[in-house]
């Protein structure tokens, strides 16, 4: 009944993991989105000045197109987040991504895996003599050299 309690106080003590941390507290980020605003908004008003017309239809205005794409921004500033999301997963384990059971099961799975490719391979190869009629060595196979319909 204690180690309730106990989980509880631990998970109200933590701090909760929070999107906004990573995309607008630090000052780059909001740097960047306040750069994005201003390039677009230009780009908006490119259509009335001619100025701004010729730079947004040079090719550095192409390259900073993706500079400036609010989806490139979310994707950068986003990076952080999703480390500290997954380093949440580790540290609720004990520090292993995977009990120790789960290793072994793990292993034997790559073993199974790796054996069942064996067996296709063995299967599916002309040159191996283990395929069976397929075998380029074997008289009944298509691709035998002497072979007479």
């Known amino acids: 009944m204690s180690t309730a309690l106990d989980t509880r106080e631990i998970a109200s003590a933590t701090p909760r993991l929070r999107v906004a941390d990573w995309l607008w507290r630090p000052w780059y980020a909001k740097l960047w989105w306040t750069t994005i605003l201003i390039y677009w908004l230009g780009m908006a008003t490119s259509s009335t000045l001619p100025v701004l017309a010729d730079f947004y239809s ?19 500033l986003g990076v952080g987040y999703v480390q500290t999301w997954l380093e949440g997963f580790s540290s609720a384990a004990g520090g292993s991504p995977f009990p120790a059971q789960g290793t072994a099961m793990v292993s034997k799975l790559e073993e199974q895996h790796a054996r069942a490719f064996e067996e296709l391979n063995a299967i599916t190869d002309i040159n191996d003599p283990r395929s ?10 298509f691709q035998y050299p002497n072979r007479r319909l």
């Open 58 to 76: 040079s090719a550095l205005a192409g390259f900073l197109n993706v500079l400036f794409f609010p989806m490139t921004a979310l994707m950068v």
């Open 132 to 141: 069976g009629s397929l075998w380029i060595g074997n008289p009944l196979s």
